[in-house]
């Protein structure tokens, strides 16, 4: 029976992606979700607090790589030095993501206006948690604040580049070249 099978989340995240795209969002329900691979409702809401969140279902596996890049850093690193390293080890969260399944759902976010509004408020809490962890480093308040919304930017920017037709850099190299970027914005030309 379908709904004993593993990867339930994984299907459930399949066919959301399937029904949306070929329905829209708004009518489009968990129920119809569940249905499409065998499962109920209420198993839908055991795997998602909601309909949305099936779209932002690796948020806290993206947190978790982020506090443990800081965490984890040799002492002595910058703030910028352990954001790069947060990044770096989010980044490999990506590297069995198939792309245009990632596009897929970015689509579908940038189609819905409640969705973008989620995803900046997805972004925010990334951005606060990660101060948190800088802080616990002993990084100063603004100096933690800082660097985290620079993270969450430089994340933002380089996630749309590599979802961009035709990218073909991983995620890795993009951030990498991002925050080298950031970087050099305060280096007189």
């Known amino acids: 029976m379908a709904r004993w ?4 989340q994984a299907r459930l995240q399949s066919a959301a992606l399937e029904l949306i795209a070929r329905q829209g969002f ?10 499409a691979v065998g499962l ?3 198993t839908f809401f055991r795997h998602f607090p909601d309909k949305r969140d099936v779209l932002f279902s690796g948020q806290s596996e993206l ?20 954001v790069g390293l947060a990044l770096a080890r989010a980044a490999d969260l990506f590297v069995n993501v198939p792309r245009e399944r990632a596009r ?7 189609a819905e206006p409640a969705l973008r509004e989620r995803q900046r408020q997805k972004y925010a809490d990334l951005a606060r948690r990660l101060g948190e962890a800088l802080r616990d480093r002993g990084v100063s308040d603004l100096a933690a604040m800082l660097a985290a919304e620079s993270a969450a930017i430089v ?11 035709g990218e073909s850099r991983s995620l890795s190299l993009i951030i ?3 925050l080298a970027e950031l970087r050099a914005l305060y280096v007189p030309r």
Do not use: K, Y
């Open 26 to 35: 708004e009518r489009t329900t968990a129920a119809e979700i569940a249905q």
């Open 5 to 8: 099978e593993p990867g339930a």
């Open 104 to 110: 897929a759902n970015q689509a579908i976010i940038d």
């Open 63 to 82: 947190e978790a790589a982020l506090v443990a890049g800081v965490e984890q850093a040799p002492e002595g690193e910058s703030p910028m030095g352990l």
């Open 40 to 42: 109920n409702r209420r």
């Open 176 to 178: 990498a070249e991002t």
């Open 155 to 165: 994340f933002t920017v380089a996630f749309v580049q590599w979802l961009a037709d």
